[in-house]
């Protein structure tokens, strides 16, 4: 691709062009070099789109595996919160269905299913508890359908979130119930570090423990260590408390049934700005980790297409030189 065709498509305008382009220089000229093959497999997590699905509308939530493989990658990571609309029409047998059909039209391996506004499986009420295991299920069946090896769930907790021992005690209740439930359909229920004390790697390991389920493990996300916000808030506010992220994904990856790359943004050689990814990669090689890492940008001063190429390159390169 030559370069004015190749900045014609970022969808960059002005200054944002201009601050953009020794990374786009990067990019282009890393696009097709040779590297010795790494040492996990690559997927697509579906966030990194999910501007193109909600606010411009310029991607159905249906055409995800289409876009995954005009991307390059072989693999997916759905996110469910995406199909709401297509589920509260059709249904979500239907969607299941379809999403399996276009997957195998594209060649495209379906990973997991990462899975929000389901309820909260570590609720203090166990009624709660018992509604979000409910509606976490038909993401189980769902995932059983399309081949996925597992769902990703949060583990927040109304109520139980302030003390730790509550936390703890509603938390092995409804994801070790759930995951109880997912062994029937051979899927794992992963919890990936999202806010709160699931980001507190050690308490989150500590749960894992007590549940003591193969099947019942973690999603490692190399972002996403905040435990705690001002003013208490879930999301959006300032951090005020964070956990180490490299301690975090040490703690976390013996219980890995998948990873998470996050990004945010990149420097001219296209490393990312806040994330040590030698560091962290090196943590998830030595863990012995071969499995998929989803690629999860996350940033706002490049497109989301530039964000998903400019992390796969800094993976790919970073894993060659982890490989000398």
Known sequence: ?????????????????????????????????????????????????????????????????????????????????????????????????????????????????????????????????????????????????????????????????????????????????LAEYAQKSNINVIVENHGGLSSDAGKLTDVIKSINLKNCGTLPDFGNFCVKRDGGERWGAPCIDEYDKYKGVLQLMPFAHGVSAKTYDFDAKGNETTIDYRKMLKIVKEAGYTGHIGVEYEGSRLSEEEGIKATKALLIRVADELNK
């Open 1 to 177: 691709m030559n370069r004015r065709l190749f900045l014609k498509n970022t969808g960059m305008a002005g200054a944002a062009l201009s601050l953009a382009d020794p990374l786009l220089s990067w990019l282009m000229e890393n696009e097709n070099t040779t590297a010795a093959k790494p040492f996990f497999k690559l997927s697509l997590a579906q966030w990194s789109v999910h501007r193109a699905i909600l606010e411009k509308k310029t991607l159905a939530a249906l055409d995800f595996a289409k876009k995954a493989r005009e991307l390059g990658f072989e693999a997916v990571e759905y996110v469910s919160q995406l199909y709401n609309p297509e589920i509260e029409k059709d249904g979500i047998s239907k969607v299941v269905k379809e999403l399996k059909k276009r997957s195998h039209d594209h060649g495209i391996k379906n990973v997991l299913i990462m899975v929000d506004g389901e309820g909260e499986l570590a609720a203090l009420a166990k009624a709660e508890r018992d509604d979000a295991i409910a509606k976490h299920s038909k993401w189980v069946d769902a995932a059983a359908e399309l081949g996925c090896h597992s769902i990703r769930v949060n583990l927040f907790g109304a109520g139980a979130e302030n003390d730790f021992d509550k936390w703890k005690a509603t938390s092995v209740d409804g994801l070790g119930r």
